[in-house]
């Protein structure tokens, strides 16, 4: 089983809808969560930062659920431009690493 | 601010061939990273430095050997390509080594091996 799961998509959804995806992973060690996004055939980028209260960015909110060990990202009012791979990330503070998910393709359509 | 630079951008090797990615960062950042990307699998940690002067495995280092030549710099070299290195590789960079902290990532080098 892998460290950090996600559904690899493609999520496919038209302009304006809401998506939502999760990625769950299975050491109950992880302190640290991110979402980072990827456009293709570039670099990821770091999206946010995801918080035990659950946090919110514009049309974006990550909430953690550390009992049943997933983590999810919802969009809201969704853009063309939101069109991309989303990577959840999943950190350990005792080993200094994170491991990457690989990741939810997104696509939006007009 | 570059950021992360890589360079080459591509690149075409035949089996047995040798490289060396290049990899500067001008963030003044202590830690940087290695990872290789490929198809279903994610980004996969070849090898990192915490700081300048120490250099760790990661979870695929076999066939690959890295220098941390300066702050800025961090070079990944393949001694004898082989085409189970055909991958985009990404070189990443971070303040500190530790997990909560942000990697910024450069372009990526997409390589290929026949």
């Known amino acids: 089983r892998k460290e950090v799961e996600q559904d690899p998509g493609p999520f496919n959804v038209p302009e304006g809808a809401t998506v939502a995806f999760n990625c769950t992973y299975s050491n109950s060690a992880s302190q640290s969560f991110f979402w980072y996004r990827q456009d293709c055939r570039k670099e990821p980028k770091l999206l946010m930062s995801v918080y035990s209260s659950g946090n919110e960015d514009g049309r974006f909110t990550a909430q953690l659920n550390r009992a049943s060990q997933y983590i999810s990202l919802l969009i809201r009012d969704s853009k063309l431009s939101d069109s991309a791979t989303y990577l959840c990330?999943?950190?350990?503070?005792?080993?200094?690493?994170?491991?990457f998910g690989s990741g939810t393709r997104l696509s939006i359509r007009p | 601010n570059a950021g992360v630079t890589q360079t080459p951008k591509f690149q075409v090797l035949k089996t047995g061939q040798s490289m060396t990615l290049q990899c500067a960062q001008d963030m003044n950042h202590n830690s940087m990273y290695w990872y290789r990307q490929d198809p279903g699998m994610g980004l996969r940690l070849i090898y990192y430095?915490?700081?300048?002067?120490?250099?760790d495995k990661g979870e695929v280092p076999n066939g690959y050997n890295v220098s941390r030549l300066n702050k800025r710099e961090f070079s990944l070299r393949l001694e004898s390509a082989a085409p189970s290195q055909t991958s985009v590789y990404f070189c990443?960079?971070?303040?500190?080594?530790?997990?909560?902290?942000?990697?910024?990532f450069g372009p990526g080098t997409r390589l290929l091996v026949l």
């Open positions: 990443a960079s971070s303040r500190l080594l530790a997990a909560q902290e942000t990697q910024y």
């Open positions: 990330v999943v950190g350990y503070s005792s080993a200094s690493k994170i491991i």
């Open positions: 430095s915490a700081s300048e002067g120490t250099t």
